[in-house]
């Protein structure tokens, strides 16, 4: 190690001692990472048992519906997840708790309505058109309908949980209670009900989201302060407005991690699909540790920016930073030396992905070396330009994906997703340096 290195390091530390603002990162980020570990790894065991139980095809459907579910609560989440994280910790620093509790209930409200209409649509789409989907397919997506509105509210619940700064309380239910009953549940079924297919597999899945969207609604209402209700419609129609623009922002955002394997779908065997998505589940591993820093970062790089602590925000892009190098060159290390064994856990004829999951792993060490630069844009009002940009990437991931998966199936899937990650978070980083003058990235390092 250089001198200079040891320099950066000691830089660093001196930083958290002495700064409590980085020291509420520090604490928050830490916090946050072991809680979403502790799930990713639950999460990841429940797929792995998914796919032994119902084999590479039966699990296929099963995934493909999981992923449907993302997609279309995009349109019932409304953005709220997104906004909530701003919103939040602004009126609790103004201790305008009427407005606190009327976007809390205007965002529930409405997403129930929205997710309600989106159950509806969804069944009767499959019940007029049923040869878009065939029966093994349409079965699991006609259960997962009925669980968009427990999702989508799961969704904002969470959010809100992170606005007040409960991060374990925000993971616990869906990313450690959910897949650990999951998997009991399965297994005890599969004693007695072998073979267990996707549709089976889905009607047990339904059960565990309403139990733990149960258990999340009791944290949740023990965690939030005593609040009186009082909401104007100028607030009603700010909170639509800027919820709206984070839900388009999400909706490409999913659109770029989604895409792929619904398109897979349509042009490819179910046994693609299979194998892609195991390989997606395992590269985001080398991500993850962004989001769990992204949990804490969203309200702190509000509070920093409109402060005009730009220092102090810079600051803390470089602690992202260091964490996030740190952690993602070691997963890549264990992944690329150990991705067939990993992939093996889902089953037998699964290391056969190994070549998709190095594809994959460069999107997301391009993701997570970019840090929080997503988050930067949108808290910082710079949302529209990060949109507009965003909208010519999501026409090339469809572009690309279209041009490759008939022809190359899953490995065409895997470079489309891999050079639309790539080119997206450079054009992120670069957005954020030109916008806000902070500099999220692994090289913010070398500014110090």
Known sequence: MTLTSNRQIAQLYQGIVRNKT?????????????????????????????????????YGYFAYAQNLLIILSIFTILGFDVSLLRFIPEYQVRQEWAELKGILSFSFRSSLLFSGAMTLLLMLFLGLFPTVFTEKQTIPL????FSIPLYSLTMIRQSALRGFKHIVLAELPESIIRPLVFILALLIFSRFYAPVDAAQAWLIYLGVVLLTFLIGTGLLVRAIPPLTLSKSETESRQWTRISLDMMWMNAMNVIFNQASLFLLGFYADVIDI???????????????????VNSIAAPMISELYHAQKHEELQNIMR??????????????????????????????????????????MLGHAFKSFSGPASFLLNMSGNQKAMGRVMFCFMLFHLVINFLLIPRYAATGAAIATA?????????????SVRFVKIDPTIFSLKSE
């Open 22 to 58: 980085n020291r509420v990162f520090t604490v928050g980020a830490g916090s946050s990472l072991a809680a979403k570990s502790a799930g990713a790894v639950f999460l990841l065991l429940a797929q792995i048992v998914a796919a032994r139980v119902l084999g590479a095809a039966e």
């Open 142 to 145: 006609l259960i997962m309908s």
């Open 274 to 292: 299979a194998y892609f998505s195991a390989a997606t589940r395992i590269a985001f591993f080398i991500s993850f540790t962004l989001t769990a």
């Open 319 to 360: 602690l992202s930073a260091a964490f996030l190098g740190v952690v993602t060159l070691f997963t890549v290390l264990i992944l690329s030396l150990w991705g067939k064994p990993i992939l093996g856990f889902f089953g037998n004829e699964f290391p056969q992905a190994y070549k998709l999951l190095l594809l994959l």
């Open 419 to 431: 050079v639309t990650m790539v080119l997206w978070n450079v054009s992120l980083a670069y957005m």
